[in-house]
């Protein structure tokens, strides 16, 4: 059971524009920065979004993070087959001093 | 180039114990915090432990405190993890991470190595 709540799955055509929700508490996204993680099959995972919303040199703005209260959420506009893979957020969380990991979102672009 | 590249994994009994062995290179090590991040194969990513800049300051999950220790050693630009009292559940791959700043609270996980498969098993 993982602290922070992401759907199991999310899909979407090519060129669709999908989201994928992440649900915290007070703890952690409520009063921390979300980053954002893609890992695409048999590769180690690589930031995607940090601070909320920034995005790391190299990453497309076709993906864009948000965040209010509580959750915190990841857009993909323009949907690429390149696309597919594992989606993760995370959160550091001062109840327990740790940084958690929501449980992951596998994307398919169908 | 940013490169982490992590050794020291390998099969280990129940309840023995392991160094994991992390070298950086392609930037100036001792401005940057530190993390171990695993993955059981197939499963989710669990944060381990991390460090800060100097380490000063570490921090452990819940999940392995009291059991796994994580330093580094700035001179060799280097972070380590030993792993003590080890359990079937610690198998996983390991992955060390460089974080976005100096501390371990608040930054990302922006640089990744390809990580280091523990197994646990007897």
């Known amino acids: 059971q993982s602290v922070l709540t992401q759907p199991p799955s999310a899909s979407g055509t090519p060129g669709q524009r999908i989201t994928i929700s992440c649900s915290g508490s007070?703890?952690?996204?409520?009063?921390?920065?979300v980053h954002w993680y893609q890992q695409v099959p048999g590769s180690a995972p690589q930031l995607l979004i940090h601070?909320?919303?920034q995005r790391p040199s190299g990453v497309p703005d076709r993906f864009s993070g948000s965040k209010s209260g509580s959750s915190a959420s990841l857009a993909i506009s323009g949907l690429r087959s390149e696309d597919e893979g594992d989606y993760y957020c995370?959160?550091?969380?001062?109840?327990?001093?740790?940084?958690?990991f929501g449980g992951g979102t596998k994307v398919t672009v169908l | 180039e940013v490169r982490m590249v992590e050794s020291g994994g390998k099969a280990v009994r129940p309840g023995g114990s392991l160094r994991l062995s992390c070298e950086a290179s392609?930037?100036?090590?001792?401005?940057?915090?530190m993390s171990w991040v695993r993955q059981v194969p197939g499963k989710g990513l669990e944060w381990v432990a991390g460090?800060?800049?100097?380490?000063?300051?570490?921090g452990a999950a819940p999940s392995v405190k009291n059991r796994f220790i994580i330093s580094r050693d700035n001179a060799r630009n280097s972070v380590y993890l030993d792993m003590g009292s080890l359990r079937v559940e610690d198998t996983a791959l390991y992955y060390c991470?460089?974080?976005?700043?100096?501390?371990?609270?608040?930054?990302?996980?922006?640089?990744w190595g390809q990580g280091t498969l523990v197994t646990v098993s007897s």
């Open positions: 991470c460089r974080m976005g700043g100096t501390h371990i609270y608040g930054s990302g996980f922006d640089f």
């Open positions: 392609g930037f100036i090590f001792d401005d940057y915090a």
């Open positions: 460090i800060n800049w100097n380490g000063g300051n570490t």
């Open positions: 007070g703890p952690n996204i409520g009063r921390n920065w």
């Open positions: 601070s909320n919303i």
């Open positions: 995370a959160a550091w969380d001062d109840r327990i001093s740790s940084v958690v």
